[in-house]
């Protein structure tokens, strides 16, 4: 199962309120915050954690569930409209691949997106990743201190921060030769080594991962992520 880290590129899709839910009214009386659903737990397979992406603080964990994929969506959706949340249509949720959905809401009155990813499983059970991330405690951020650089052409850049890790991803027009490039000669510049696994850089006190792959629009997705180490 994916790590609830690996989690946070598909996460980040959602940091943002859904388009039209600040229009979605507020109610006089402040409802109680919103609690996920039961389910018939089989796993914890991370701990929760909270992270900041692009300045937004959210909590994450991920789980392996009983229940079926196909049950869940309508679960947790039936579960955000019942507690009040905006739910956007459907051809505004985010799609992804390899079969997994994913379905967010927002609570207006506390600027809190909730987010839930589905991924089926063979056996039949289904690993969660749920996400929470509170607007209202947003922080400005600044590319003065990223780890690495960016080329040029870098858009919808998304900077992650959590204990002992940095995550900078962003999408480009660049080819994978040129991104290869690109980073070969500024990491090597910034006194980082090439190791004998295939995109991952060393030096004293930490190890930064390259990867690069095909995106839908297009577009080449690009993260970097950078773990400290003991000297």
Known sequence: MRSVRGALALLALVLAPPAGATDAG????????????????????????IVEAEGVPVALRAVRVKEN??????????AFRDQGLYVAPGRKQAQLANNAAMLTAFDPLRAITYTVILQPQPDGTTSLYLGEANHA?????????????????????LRVN?????????QTSLTGEQVQAFYDDALAKAGW??????????RPGGELRLTHEPGKTGQRAVVLLYVARAR
Do not use: C, M, N
């Open 193 to 202: 080594k090439p190791a004998d696994e295939p995109g991952l850089y060393t």
């Open 26 to 49: 507020v109610k006089e009386a402040i409802p109680p915050r919103f609690e996920w659903p039961r389910l018939q737990v089989l796993e914890h397979v991370e701990a929760s954690e």
């Open 69 to 78: 994929a196909r049950v869940l969506v309508q679960r947790f959706a039936d």
């Open 162 to 170: 959590s204990e002992g890790s940095r995550t900078l991803s962003f």
């Open 137 to 157: 405690l947003a922080k400005k951020v600044s590319a003065a201190g990223d780890f690495a650089p960016l080329p040029s052409e870098a858009r919808d850049v």
